[in-house]
């Protein structure tokens, strides 16, 4: 398990709030720095690798951009833990690399708190002892994110280096 700083945010998070669509022409270089500067203007800058970020319901709506979840994996974002997620949304991030947490206690996280993250569990531990359980993931899922994302599991099958 390894502790990851909370960021909090909303319900209906679109991907046009990860991805302006501004910046789209500019390559995730380009459209990380302005991830949800509409919701958290400090976020992209603030952020540190292995935070995880706890959303209301429907998170991820809108378009179907790849660029939203890769946004945030390029910033170093560990997982999102929300109630709900738009199905086009979880199926980018994961392919991705990025790990989505579903559970309806998400709300409960607080913004800056440390969470232990346990994989193997499936459970998000609070500083003060109360575990949020997720729902479960399967398998190769779970590979994929460990591997970095879809292409990275499929070079990993081929016997490449990810």
């Known amino acids: 398990m390894s ?4 960021w909090t945010l909303g319900a209906d998070i679109d991907t046009d709030a990860m991805a302006p669509g501004g910046y789209m022409k500019l390559g995730i270089e380009g459209i990380a720095p302005h991830c949800l500067e509409a919701v958290r203007p400090e976020f992209a800058a603030s952020v540190r690798p292995g935070a995880v970020i706890a959303a209301g319901p429907n998170f991820g709506i809108g378009s179907s951009r790849e660029q939203a979840p890769a946004a945030l994996v390029y910033l170093g974002v560990k997982a999102v833990i929300a109630p709900s997620f738009s199905g086009l949304f979880f199926r980018n991030a994961f392919n991705l690399g990025l ?5 309806p206690e998400a709300g409960q996280l607080q913004e800056g708190e440390q969470v232990e993250l346990d994989l193997q569990a ?5 500083p003060n002892g109360q575990r949020l359980v997720c729902e479960p993931i399967p398998a190769f899922l779970l590979d994929m994110v460990a591997t970095g994302g879809l292409m990275n599991q499929l070079r990993k099958k081929q016997g490449l280096r990810p």
């Open 99 to 103: 790990l989505l947490l579903t559970t």
């Open 3 to 6: 502790s990851h700083r909370v």
């Open 122 to 126: 499936l459970t998000l531990t609070r």
